[in-house]
Each structure stands twice: as structure tokens, then as C-alpha cells.
């Protein structure tokens, strides 16, 4: 018999004769197998910012799913499945492709390799149609989203959860199992979908009669049941306390005026960036000066103070000066905060240590605090750096990756700057406004949120700096995130942009965001205070961590292995000459 005659002997309800049953062949021409492979990166695409049209997740991966379970040429469906994963990441990330096309190539080449390695783990452990199929694929994804998501630095975007942030009762889940566990659960609707096209296909009407698609349908129903029940009942019963008074100041400064520095001289750049620190000064003024208290904390986005702030690594605990002629600037700033603004104030920007030691500079992206008598109240230095946007590997070793980085992309300076070691938390005033400051892409990853959450933080400000991506569904695709962190933890976040998407983040993921005269919400330059809602408690998540994720990466890795190595065993068993 044809494997797909054997397939099919297996599919064969219990109590049916096969000849009871017609079977309908699956589609075999090229062209019929590539439009299904096509056809979900344009729903995916869909489900995604710009369109954001959440519902279609829940169908969109059945196409794909469909073919998987029908492919029979290994081969073929790892290319196709690469394919597939090309067409839909292309498009995705091109907002990369304003800093470097060649990159935004690479990392949509990247990330589709993740694709093939769900397909193939997807037939090596799930070889025939049934409750495996139904609730195995699922695990299989989240797998590899989890893999996707800490492998050569991780790259976090686009997990089949974050289709769903609009869904307000559905998002409440998260904080038990993150945002995995509604991609888990999405996941497990697309494998419903593709068992009852299958069914449908090889049976006719008597698919619709399957048992086994019918039980999977109720717990698939079940869980959904209970996840919209939970959600009700956590959005009803959550009262957070109300936290500082928070000013958000969104300067809009093109990062072109950045990039002007290899074009011109070093006083012009100075000088032209020094207008631009006036006109964020004279913004921060207008929203103050109609209010008769100050607000909480005046907070600038990240790097938005121009020039790093130079110290003696291991002397300072905080760098005293800016740029040898700046210092004029940044007096101006200590003596503003202190005479006008009369509260404390965060702002983003480079620090740079002198090491004695290695006879060297080191740099680091940071938050700074100030106090509202113009002094240092603390300093964090990003963790989590970002691969050729902020860090080069064996930058030091290899000094030509230098010219090559610059030739590929619109980078002025490769940046070589160093992590940081520790999770500062702020504190504010009282004892219970304590804060973190995830900058830019460490929002992301929800282990750089835990990790200010368990350490005291009340809330949360994320800095960002995303001029880099104009006006592109970048910015809503972060602020999508954002909601999620938010209700992982059951923490308020406060996002300030330089560009926009900036806003306030409850507990519950619910975002209200800075909005313009016309209604814009990017590029555009503009203030927001609002009260910052406080952490709502402790969390499943906040306090395990990822447990679906590792599970499911450690179960379908380790099957996936005992199964090769069964494979082996028995193919050298065959090959073992007999005795005698």
C-alpha cells in the first residue's frame, strides 16, 4: 500500500469498515500546495498591525497546518515551510529596513527558519490526524516561539498571543501562563481547523461525525470558557492603587538630525542639537507652567539628554559632566530642575566610564533620575543590548566588522556599548513608588519586567528612542507588548517615546496613549500627565516564570530526541549481520 493508503488505513474510525468510507484525495499539484503556503503569511499579515484584526489568528495558521499534515516529501516541506515563513516575516519587519536593508533580509530570513523547525517537529512527533495532532501542535509552536524568543539574543515579536491584546478578558490569562499561553491556545484552534479540513477532505460529511475532533472541540471550548470567566473576574475585582503623578514629554527629534554628525562638523552637530535641547526644555516648561503643583516626575525619553555623561568607572558612583563644552547645557538642565521644575526628573542618556585598568572607555545606554535639587538619585545601565544596534560581537578582535556594519546600514558609528550588571529600582519619594526602567527592547522580554517586579518595583517607566522606525507598525506592535508585560506582573507602565507610541498602561493591559491635535499618535511632538496605577499584587507568572514555555520546549525537544534516537537504534538493529 501507497503510505497515503497506509495513512489513511489508520485514520479509520473504530467500527466502520474502510470500504463504508470514500476517501478524497488531498490536493497534489505544486501550485494548490504553495497557495496554501501563501495563504497564511497574508493572514498572519492581517492579524498583525497595521490591519490588527485579531479574530483572523484564530483560522490563520489552518491553511499551513493543513499542508503539514498531508506533505509527504520531507524535503518539499521544509522549503515550502521556509517559504511560507519568508513570505510572512518579509513584510513584517520591514520597519528594519530604514536603519539597514541587508539586515532586515537577514533577520526575515532568520526568524522563517523557525517555520521548517516547527514542521518537521510537528511530523516527527505527530504522525497521524487525531487528539495528538489537535493538542500536540500547539506545544510544538509554543516551543518554538519560546526558542524564538531567547536564541542569539531572542527576537520576542509576533508570538500568536499578541494577536489577541484587544481581547481585554482573554489578555487577563497571561498572568498565570504569559503571553505563550494564549498562543497556545490560538494554536490549538488552528490545529481544530486543519483536523476538520482533513476529516472533511479524505471522509466526506462522515468527518463531521468524528468523535475524537468533537472532544477536542469541548476542551478547546472549555478553556476558552474559563479564560473569558477568569478575565471577567479579574477586570471586575481589580482595584490598583493610584500611584505618582507622572509627565510624559515626547520630543519628536528626527533621528536624521542624528545621523547629521558624518556630514557636518562636530560644533555644528553640537550646535544644532543644543537648539534641539533648548526647544525640549521650552516644551517641558509650557506643560508645567499652568499647573500650580508639579507633577511627580517629568520624564524624557531615552537618550533624549544629546550628549553622554563622562565619569572615572569605579571612583563615581555617578558621572558628574557631560562633553568638555557642554558643560554649560548641563548646569542649564540641574539648575531648571531645581529652580523651575521643582520635582524630580528621568531622562534617557550615554554614559561613558573611563576603566584605568583596560586603559579605555566604556558605554553604556542609561536612566538617569534627578532629584528636585538637581542632584543624582541613581542611574541604571541597560541590560539587554540589542545585536548591531547597540553591541557588534568581537567588535574588539575583529576591527573590520566595523566597515562592513557601516556599509550595510545607515549607522553613522557601530556602536560598541556594555551591558549592564544590575536591576536598579528607583525610588520616589514615598516608599511604595518604587520603579524600574526597562529601556527601548527590553520591554520585550517579560524576564526583564519579572525581574523589576520581584525586586520591589511598584511600576514600571520603559524609555524609548524609536525615531530609528518613523512611523511605521513598530511602534504599535511594542506598545502591544507593553500591554502584556503590564498584566503579567499586574503592574502600571508608563511608555515615553520620542516618537511615539507613548502612554499609560494599567494593570489590566488597558493602554491610554498620547494623541496629537489631529489624532496621530507618531511623529509628532507632545505632552501627557496622568496618574501611574500601582502594582495589583503578586502573580503566578511574575513569581514562576515562563513555566509553559520552558515545559513545552524541554517536553517537545527531549520526545523529538528519544524519537531520533529509536529511529537510530532500529536502523542499526537492521543493519547488524546475523549470527550463524
Request: aromatic share 14%.
Amino acid at each position: 500500500a501507497s503510505s497515503r493508503e497506509a495513512r489513511w488505513a489508520r485514520s479509520v474510525p473504530e467500527g466502520h469498515k474502510e470500504e463504508e468510507l470514500t476517501e478524497k484525495p488531498h490536493p497534489t499539484t505544486f501550485w494548490t500546495r504553495l497557495a496554501l503556503c501563501a495563504a497564511t503569511p497574508f493572514l498572519l499579515w492581517l492579524s498583525f498591525p497595521p490591519a490588527d484584526l485579531g479574530l483572523v489568528a484564530w483560522v490563520a495558521l489552518v491553511p499551513f497546518y493543513y499542508y503539514v499534515a498531508i506533505e509527504e516529501r520531507r524535503g518539499r516541506l521544509v522549503w515550502m515551510s521556509l517559504l511560507s515563513g519568508f513570505l510572512y516575516y518579509l513584510p513584517s519587519v520591514q520597519w528594519i529596513r530604514y536603519v539597514s536593508i541587508p539586515a532586515w533580509i537577514g533577520l526575515a530570513f532568520y526568524v522563517a527558519l523557525y517555520v521548517p523547525l516547527f514542521s518537521l517537529l510537528a511530523r516527527l512527533l505527530i504522525p497521524r490526524m487525531g487528539l495528538r495532532f489537535y493538542l500536540g501542535v500547539p506545544f510544538v509552536l509554543v516551543a518554538c516561539e519560546r526558542m524564538k524568543e531567547w536564541v542569539i539574543t531572542g527576537f520576542p515579536w509576533f508570538e500568536l498571543g499578541h494577536t489577541q491584546h484587544a481581547r481585554l478578558w482573554l489578555l487577563q490569562s497571561v498572568d498565570l501562563t504569559g503571553a505563550l499561553g494564549l498562543s497556545w491556545l490560538v494554536a490549538f484552534s488552528n490545529a481544530l481547523g486543519a483536523g476538520l479540513v482533513v476529516l472533511v477532505v479524505e471522509k466526506g460529511k462522515a468527518g463531521l461525525a468524528d468523535k475524537k475532533w468533537w472532544g477536542a472541540f469541548a476542551v478547546f471550548a472549555a478553556l476558552v470558557i474559563a479564560a473569558m470567566v477568569y478575565g471577567h473576574w479579574r477586570v471586575s475585582t481589580s482595584e490598583p492603587p493610584e500611584g505618582p503623578e507622572i509627565a510624559l514629554v515626547q520630543g519628536n527629534l528626527p533621528q536624521e538630525v542624528k545621523e547629521l554628525e558624518s556630514d557636518i562638523s562636530r560644533e555644528e552637530w553640537d550646535r544644532r542639537m543644543a537648539a534641539w535641547f533648548h526647544r525640549q526644555h521650552k516644551m517641558t516648561d509650557r506643560m508645567l507652567a499652568n499647573r500650580e503643583q508639579p507633577p511627580d516626575l517629568v520624564v524624557w525619553a531615552e537618550t533624549m539628554f544629546p550628549w553622554p555623561f563622562y565619569g572615572v568607572r569605579g571612583r563615581d558612583k555617578y558621572p558628574p559632566a557631560t562633553l568638555k563644552g557642554n558643560r554649560r547645557l548641563d548646569r542649564q538642565l540641574f539648575r531648571r530642575v531645581r529652580e523651575e521644575w521643582r520635582t524630580r526628573f528621568l531622562t534617557g542618556a550615554q554614559t561613558s566610564e573611563f576603566d584605568f585598568e583596560k586603559d579605555r572607555y566604556w558605554d553604556y545606554n542609561s536612566s538617569y533620575l534627578l532629584s528636585s535639587q538637581g542632584g543624582w538619585e541613581g542611574r541604571y545601565d541597560k541590560i539587554r543590548l540589542v545585536v548591531l544596534g547597540e553591541y557588534v560581537p568581537m567588535q574588539d578582535e575583529w576591527p573590520w566588522v566595523d566597515d562592513l556594519v557601516k556599509r550595510a546600514s545607515k549607522l553613522v558609528a557601530v556602536p560598541n556599548l556594555k551591558r549592564g550588571t544590575e536591576m536598579t529600582v528607583f525610588r520616589l519619594g514615598r516608599d511604595e513608588w518604587k520603579f524600574g526602567t526597562p529601556i527601548c527592547f527590553e520591554i520585550m522580554f517579560a524576564d526583564a519586567c519579572r525581574g523589576f517586579a520581584n525586586r520591589g518595583a511598584t511600576f514600571l517607566v520603559t524609555l524609548s528612542n524609536d525615531g530609528w522606525f518613523k512611523d511605521s507598525e513598530e511602534l504599535e506592535q511594542i506598545l502591544i507588548v507593553t500591554k502584556f508585560r503590564a498584566v503579567e506582573c499586574r503592574i502600571g507602565i508608563v511608555r515615553a517615546t520620542n516618537t511615539g507610541v507613548s502612554a499609560f498602561v494599567t494593570p489590566c493591559g488597558e493602554a491610554e496613549t498620547l494623541v496629537g491635535r489631529d489624532g496621530e499618535t507618531k511623529e509628532f511632538a507632545g505632552t501627557m500627565v496622568r496618574r501611574v496605577l500601582l502594582k495589583d499584587g503578586e502573580t503566578f507568572y511574575a513569581k514562576h516564570g515562563d513555566l509553559l514555555g520552558w515545559g513545552s520546549q524541554t517536553l517537545v525537544l527531549g520526545l523529538a530526541g528519544a524519537v531520533l534516537a529509536l529511529r537510530l537504534g532500529r536502523r542499526l538493529i537492521r543493519r547488524r549481520p546475523a549470527v550463524g
